[in-house]
């Protein structure tokens, strides 16, 4: 399985941008996508996941609705559309994917995804 994100760049604040993530391999028996993001000294967060099989979302609370998680299953393409951007928000996002029924505590943690992209520079100036 690989996972290639792309999409990042360089944003002012208020501004949105759309990540892509495409999987090539076994996507097709994916239980789960994720978004996690690394801002430079600090430790990698949940950012958004998505259950393939029904499409439930789920959140951290602090993004207050601004990002939203997506599908395409003909392309086994996963998104993440964020508005709003905040200088905050800056850091390289990561997406993640799993073929495991993980819960969803699970699905908001690093160690419930077993393949990973190679990360895309989000850039919000203020």
């Known amino acids: 399985v690989q996972l290639q994100a792309s999409g990042g760049g360089l944003v002012q604040a208020g501004g949105s941008l759309r990540l892509s993530c495409a999987a090539s391999?076994?996507?097709?028996?994916?239980?789960?996508m994720g978004w996690f993001r690394q801002a430079p000294g600090k430790e990698r967060e949940f950012v958004a996941a998505?259950?393939?099989?029904?499409?439930?979302?789920y959140y951290p609370d602090f993004l207050e609705g601004r990002f939203t998680i997506s599908r395409d299953n003909a392309r086994n393409t996963v998104y993440l559309q964020m508005n709003s951007l905040k200088p905050e928000d800056t850091a390289v996002y990561y997406c993640?994917?799993?073929?495991?029924?993980?819960?969803?505590?699970?699905?908001?943690?690093?160690?419930?995804?077993?393949?990973w992209g190679q990360g895309t520079q989000v850039t919000v100036s203020s």
């Open positions: 391999g076994r996507a097709a028996r994916f239980y789960a």
């Open positions: 993640a994917a799993t073929n495991s029924m993980i819960s969803i505590v699970t699905m908001k943690a690093r160690f419930g995804y077993d393949y």
């Open positions: 998505i259950r393939w099989t029904d499409s439930s979302v």
